[in-house]
């Protein structure tokens, strides 16, 4: 069955450095979503992309955060001067076109700032 | 802005009893889906309502959809300790599935 894959599973990282988020998204799907989990509470929708361009970005998705499609796989996610408050769960999910289809999350990374 | 309101938070049942967690949004929906998060996994889709009103059975979880398009609700009969996780709706608003904040439903046996 396909699935979205996600790398790293866990990224730890020091306070104030660059990391980057990496998912492959099921490869037919057209929308792409990145959405953040803070342990124990709701997953949180960051950003949506659809034609290789941002469709809608929530208002956490601010200028320290950016999303690309570099070969056509992939879809990342970069998260600049990370900050403590960024250790989270992110999860990548995926979905076909269309307006009643579902999304496909990967299995997350979980990202621990130190 | 847009939201999708889930209730209650946590619900902790004995293994036997019923279930029912509640989803409200602020704006009339395309459609609902359901997710159902296990400890420590990924949301992992359940099932989606797209018209006013219906209803759909999977074994013992039974979803509405509400006849104005902006509330929901999923009810688990007879809980078992395999149906423990959280469970989320969502709620596709434009291109963008909003989750409510999730119930996490915990199973005594």
């Known amino acids: 069955e396909p699935e979205v894959t996600q790398t790293p599973s866990h990224q730890v990282t020091q306070m104030g450095q660059e990391v980057i988020l990496r998912c492959v998204p099921i490869?037919?799907?057209?929308?792409f979503y990145w959405y953040r989990q803070i342990l124990g509470q709701k997953v949180e929708f960051l950003v949506s992309f659809y034609n290789n361009e941002i469709s809608e970005k929530s208002e956490i998705f601010d200028d320290q955060f950016s999303v690309e499609r570099p070969d056509g796989s992939n879809f990342t996610l970069k998260i600049r001067s990370t900050k403590l408050e960024d250790s989270a769960m992110y999860f990548c999910a995926s979905r076909v076109a269309g307006m009643n289809t579902e999304a496909f999350f990967g299995q997350g990374t979980r990202l621990t700032v130190v | 802005g847009q939201q999708v309101m889930q209730i209650p938070q946590y619900q902790h049942v004995q293994e036997g009893e019923d279930f029912t967690t509640y989803c409200n949004s602020s704006?009339?929906?395309?459609?609902i889906q359901w997710y159902k998060q296990r400890p420590g996994g990924h949301p992992v889709f359940l099932i989606q309502?797209?018209?006013?009103?219906e209803v759909k059975k999977q074994k013992r979880l039974t979803f509405q959809f509400g006849e104005a398009k902006k509330n929901s609700s999923l009810h688990i009969t007879a809980t078992q300790t395999t149906d423990v996780g959280t469970y989320f709706c969502a709620g596709l608003l434009g291109n963008k599935l909003v989750f409510g904040a999730g119930t996490i439903l915990r199973v005594k046996s």
């Open positions: 309502l797209v018209k006013s009103g």
């Open positions: 704006t009339t929906l395309s459609n």
């Open positions: 490869s037919n799907h057209l929308y």
